[in-house]
């Protein structure tokens, strides 16, 4: 995947999984305004999991799952 300009974030996240690979957990929080790219990096992030063997799970919340405690969660 091809993201100008976020080669910082993407080896942070890269670190992130080669750390967590190693037995060692970690998070990333990636936040931002709409359309700065945050879910481009989440796909590089799955991509990146994927190559390096570990799964990666991909869930998307609705309104109606923002209204119950810990909805996307469950």
């Given amino acids: 995947m091809d ?3 976020r080669d910082a ?10 750390s967590a690979r190693q037995g060692d957990g970690g998070l990333a929080v990636i936040e931002g305004p709409p359309g ?3 879910s481009s990096l989440l796909r590089a992030l ?9 799964g990666s799970l991909v869930a998307r919340a609705t309104r109606l799952v923002g209204e119950v405690p810990f909805g996307l969660a469950r």
């Fill in 3 to 5: 993201l100008r300009e």
């Fill in 9 to 18: 974030e993407l080896h942070v996240l890269s670190e992130l999984v080669r």
């Fill in 36 to 38: 700065i790219g945050k």
């Fill in 46 to 54: 799955a991509a990146e999991c994927d190559a390096a063997g570990a």
